[in-house]
Nanobody, 128 residues
Framework: QVRMVESGGGLVQAGDSLRLSCAAS????????MGWFRQAPGKDREFVAA???????DYADAVKGRFTISRTDNKNTVYLQMNSLKPEDTAVYYC??????????????????????WGQGTQVTVSS
């Protein structure tokens, strides 16, 4: 059975870095695309980044150049390296797995409704 567990969140100052990790079980890394979403207070859940089973990546415009998603198949782990953090990055961050996007990466793997499994979330707070 597929399970997703995020870790690595915390309270940091603007300009700092964090690395989130998502430990996944099951056949996710063979068949699923992996994504990161975030939800800030009072806002809808927002796409952050994704990596396909083949290693293709995609990022939201708001995080391009600052965040990096990576996939470690042999450890069943996906990471989100977050640099130059801003207060606007404050949110609960969720990892998710998509069989749909694992099969078809078009046009972008950004629709939350296409993700099948979700972690519980990890809080990232960036102070001014």
């Amino acid at each position: 059975q597929v399970r997703m567990v995020e870790s690595g969140g915390g309270l940091v100052q603007a300009g700092d870095s964090l690395r989130l990790s998502c430990a996944a079980s099951g056949r996710i890394f063979s068949n699923y695309a992996m994504g990161w979403f975030r939800q800030a207070p009072g806002k809808d859940r927002e796409f952050v980044a994704a990596v396909s089973w083949g290693g293709t990546t995609d990022y939201a415009d708001a995080v391009k150049g600052r965040f990096t998603i990576s996939r470690t198949d042999n450890k069943n782990t996906v990471y989100l390296q977050m640099n130059s953090l801003k207060p606007e990055d404050t949110a609960v961050y969720y990892c998710a797995a998509s069989l749909y996007y694992g099969r078809s990466w078009f046009p972008r793997p950004s629709a939350a409704s296409r993700y099948d499994y979700w972690g519980q979330g990890t809080q990232v707070t960036v102070s001014s």
